[in-house]
């Protein structure tokens, strides 16, 4: 396995597709960091079919020029927390665990909400019969 960026990549994929497995690398970073390093895009190799040269260059492009794994993390970390503690409504939304893109939370959004939890009294009512 090569590695770039403190990741293994795995080696019988596409160079394009394994650049991927890199956080902050998706289809445009990686078409662009193979079109800095000179790989044909036509017949995609795959990383084992690269020279150790190529992969130092990817290495290279890679740590230069993007911000990748944990530093990105880091970044994006600092950038909520820093909506948090200014009190604005997106930080609001982060903290309480909610979207904070406008979508609609009376169904779906349990991606964020997490599993339904079941409240008591909140069936449907019946009328009171005399």
Known sequence: ???????????????DIALRAIYGVGPRVAS?????????EDPKPKIMELSDHQVDRIRDVIDKEYTVESDL???????????????????????????ARGQRTRTNARTR??????????????????
């Open 73 to 99: 993390r880091r970044e994006v970390a600092m950038n909520i927390r820093r909506l948090i503690e200014i009190g604005s409504y997106r930080g609001s939304r982060h903290r309480r665990g909610l979207p």
């Open 32 to 40: 662009e960091i193979l079109a800095k390093v000179d790989i044909d």
């Open 1 to 15: 396995m090569g590695r770039v960026a403190g990741v293994d990549v795995p080696d019988r994929k596409r160079v």
């Open 113 to 130: 909400k997490g599993p339904k939890r079941t409240v008591a009294g909140r069936g449907r009512r019946t009328g009171t019969r005399k």
